[in-house]
């Protein structure tokens, strides 16, 4: 990998608080990694579970640089609001992955793609630096590198940046470094186990991290299943929608799922090919 065309150039950290990036951080930090982050930037869905937030908390007092919080407000009042165009469609602005079931024909769908990681964690970060570095309108020479806590193990999201002004860099792959090499790393260093980082509702969530909300953290699982009932509801006032929202593979509510007998369908080969690496690290 070539990495000479990151020298002399501000580094900042995209921190989504899960382990990847925050073993990114804790290297960076301790001068395992070089050069020294300017900052870690944290794009808040103002979804992520508690245990989130209060890693993120933990995490930002351990750091040697600081961590900055940007947010474009709530992912899930913005995927629940109907808008409506001049001829009477009602159609939301941003969107999460879905899995669909047509009640009518009983066939299966899924809409993987989406805007929002798009909306509520490229665009602030990009927002931020173009501030911070700063950027010039029309700039098109790198003028920064975005690192991202993309592990070796999910090398195929790896995506590089779609503005000019600023390269992507991906540390773990430069070191061939696993999640699970990271999750040691952290228990080598006597540090806590860092979190699952993704919104609550997330429909990359694999049965086991389903499981783990349901049974640690019960209230943020109860939010998710509101959250489903809501969007199926938000979804059927919609005339040009006629496949029913689910938020895992079995099109069950996540309230009726055995999530130990549920058989998963490739949500994480989904999360893989669809994730820009900004969730779930
Ligand atoms: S964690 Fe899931 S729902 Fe949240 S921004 Fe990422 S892909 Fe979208």
Redesign the pocket.
């Known amino acids: 990998m070539d990495t000479e065309q990151y020298e002399g150039l501000p580094h900042y950290l995209s921190l989504g608080a899960g382990v990847q990036s925050s073993t990114l951080a804790l290297m960076y930090s301790l001068g395992e990694l070089q050069p020294m982050p300017k900052a870690a930037i944290f794009a808040d869905?103002q979804?992520?579970p508690k245990s989130v937030y209060d890693w993120l908390n933990w995490l930002e007092g351990q750091l040697r640089f600081p961590v900055h919080r940007v947010s474009k407000g709530s992912?899930k009042d913005e995927?629940l609001k109907m808008r409506v165009t001049k001829d009477g469609r009602k159609y939301s602005k941003t969107d999460?992955?879905i899995y669909t079931l047509n009640e009518k024909t009983g066939s299966e769908g899924a809409v993987p793609n989406?805007s929002?990681?798009r909306d509520?964690?490229i665009k602030p970060i990009n927002q931020f630096l173009r501030n911070a570095v700063p950027i010039k309108r029309g700039e098109k020479r790198p003028q920064c590198v975005s690192v991202i806590g993309i592990s070796l193990d999910e090398i195929r999201r790896m995506k590089p940046s779609r503005d000019a002004w600023v390269l992507c860099r991906w540390p773990l792959i430069e070191k061939r470094i696993t999640r699970i090499a990271c999750i040691e790393w952290m228990a080598k260093k006597g540090y806590p186990k860092p979190p699952r980082?993704?919104?609550v509702?997330?429909?990359?969530?694999s049965n086991k991290e389903w499981r783990r909300l349901q049974t640690e953290e019960p209230e943020e699982f109860l939010a998710a299943v509101e959250f489903e009932r809501q969007l199926q509801e938000a979804k059927r006032k919609s005339e040009n929608f006629v496949h029913k929202p689910f938020l895992h593979n079995s099109r069950k509510p996540l309230d009726t799922i055995d999530f130990r007998s549920d058989v998963e369908r490739g949500q994480q080969l989904l999360?893989q090919d669809?994730?820009e690496g900004?969730?779930?690290v």
């Open positions: 869905t979804a992520e992912l995927v999460i992955p989406r929002c990681t509520y964690k980082s993704a919104c509702f997330c429909p990359y969530h999360w669809e994730c900004m969730c779930g």
